[in-house]
């Protein structure tokens, strides 16, 4: 797992006196607030006069060897940029969000409404175009008679780096989409979401990726990535993927937690490579509508 990570951090800064106070000091600057739980790194912002709007560029690490970046003579891309805002909902937070210009990148579309996953279950979404580039939003809605009757999860202390990724079975979770997946799912990276409960009724979201077979090659990165994400009382679980090629930058909830994958399918490619809902909870059924677009390339052609 990649060590180089950016933070963020929530306060007030007195130009006048030079000084910086935190809201919340366990999370202050360095220590708490990551902008992203994958392999994004070195970022930097600046301010759009003409949009008035913050723009984030990021830096995306290779997690193959050495010797790979050396045999094909580069290393590391950036990322799509970001727009960021203060999340007034919460008001803990940044929001992270590609900027408006990326959806101009949209050709194809396909729109999937309502589809179900029942507990354990993988659903092939045919979209009728290749999946190599792709820009996904979906919307998924839990059991509620399944919230409600579970008293609580034996899996509090979750966490998705830790955990044994999409594989790992609990009541509630893990669901969410697996792409760039080939048809015998050898080869597959899931993006998704895993809720715990407590005694006391307290529910906690996860948001995860998970590289451990996204890839059939042996010298790359294999790790879980991910963290919490905040769920306001009556907000339905959402996420946006961007996919191009092996690059996967994923989303939860409006941008309030994002996870950068760089992968290294080799199967799973092109016209090989597909999309799936998967819902491995135990106890609770899902339903998903998802609006898939293929993308096309941002190369500027003269």
Same mark, same amino acid.
């Given at each position: 797992?990649?060590?180089?990570?950016?933070?963020?951090?929530?306060?007030?800064?007195?130009?006048?006196?030079?000084?910086? $106070?935190?809201?919340?000091?366990?999370?202050?600057? #360095?220590?708490?607030? *990551?902008?992203?739980? %994958?392999? !994004?790194?070195?970022?930097?912002?600046?301010?759009?006069?003409?949009?008035?709007?913050?723009?984030?560029?990021?830096?995306?690490?290779?997690?193959?060897?050495?010797?790979?970046?050396?045999?094909?003579?580069?290393?590391?891309?950036?990322?799509?940029?970001?727009?960021?805002?203060?999340?007034?909902?919460?008001?803990?937070?940044?929001?992270?969000?590609?900027?408006?210009?990326?959806?101009?990148?949209?050709?194809?579309?396909?729109?999937?409404?309502?589809?179900?996953?029942?507990?354990?279950?993988?659903?092939?979404?045919?979209?009728?175009?290749?999946?190599?580039?792709?820009?996904?939003?979906?919307?998924?809605?839990?059991?509620?008679?399944?919230?409600?009757?579970?008293?609580?999860?034996?899996? $509090?202390?979750?966490?998705?780096?830790?955990?044994? #990724?999409?594989?790992? *079975?609990?009541?509630? %979770?893990? !669901?969410?989409?697996?792409?760039?997946?080939?048809?015998?799912?050898?080869?597959?990276?899931?993006?998704?979401?895993?809720?715990?409960?407590?005694?006391?009724?307290?529910?906690?979201?996860?948001?995860?990726?998970?590289?451990?077979?996204?890839?059939?090659?042996?010298?790359?990165?294999?790790?879980?990535?991910?963290?919490?994400?905040?769920?306001?009382?009556?907000?339905?679980?959402?996420?946006?993927?961007?996919?191009?090629?092996?690059?996967?930058?994923?989303?939860?909830?409006?941008?309030?937690?994002?996870?950068?994958?760089?992968?290294?399918?080799?199967?799973?490619?092109?016209?090989?490579?597909?999309?799936?809902?998967?819902?491995?909870?135990?106890?609770?059924?899902?339903?998903?509508?998802?609006?898939?677009?293929?993308?096309?390339?941002?190369?500027?052609?003269?």
């Amino acid at each position: 797992m990649t060590t180089k990570n950016d933070y963020y951090a929530l306060g007030t800064y007195d130009g006048e006196t030079g000084k910086w $106070t935190p809201d919340d000091p366990i999370n202050d600057v #360095g220590i708490g607030l *990551r902008y992203d739980y %994958g392999t !994004f790194y070195a970022s930097k912002t600046f301010y759009d006069q003409e949009k008035k709007r913050r723009v984030l560029w990021g830096w995306i690490k290779e997690t193959d060897s050495e010797n790979a970046d050396i045999l094909k003579r580069w290393a590391s891309v950036q990322a799509i940029p970001r727009t960021i805002l203060f999340d007034k909902k919460t008001g803990k937070n940044i929001l992270q969000w590609p900027v408006e210009e990326v959806e101009r990148l949209r050709m194809s579309k396909k729109v999937f409404d309502k589809v179900e996953a029942k507990p354990g279950s993988v659903v092939p979404l045919h979209v009728g175009f290749e999946t190599s580039q792709l820009d996904i939003v979906a919307e998924f809605e839990v059991d509620k008679a399944a919230l409600e009757s579970i008293n609580g999860t034996d899996d $509090t202390t979750y966490s998705c780096p830790t955990s044994h #990724g999409a594989a790992q *079975r609990g009541a509630l %979770g893990p !669901f969410g989409l697996l792409v760039h997946t080939d048809d015998h799912q050898t080869e597959q990276t899931p993006v998704y979401f895993y809720i715990s409960k407590d005694t006391r009724g307290n529910f906690k979201t996860f948001f995860c990726a998970d590289h451990s077979r996204s890839s059939e090659a042996i010298d790359v990165d294999k790790s879980i990535y991910g963290s919490t994400v905040p769920v306001l009382e009556g907000e339905k679980l959402s996420m946006r993927i961007l996919v191009d090629h092996s690059i996967v930058e994923s989303f939860a909830q409006g941008g309030r937690t994002c996870i950068t994958s760089r992968i290294y399918p080799a199967r799973a490619v092109y016209e090989n490579a597909g999309i799936f809902l998967f819902n491995n909870a135990t106890d609770a059924a899902i339903t998903a509508s998802l609006h898939i677009w293929q993308m096309s390339s941002a190369y500027a052609h003269s």
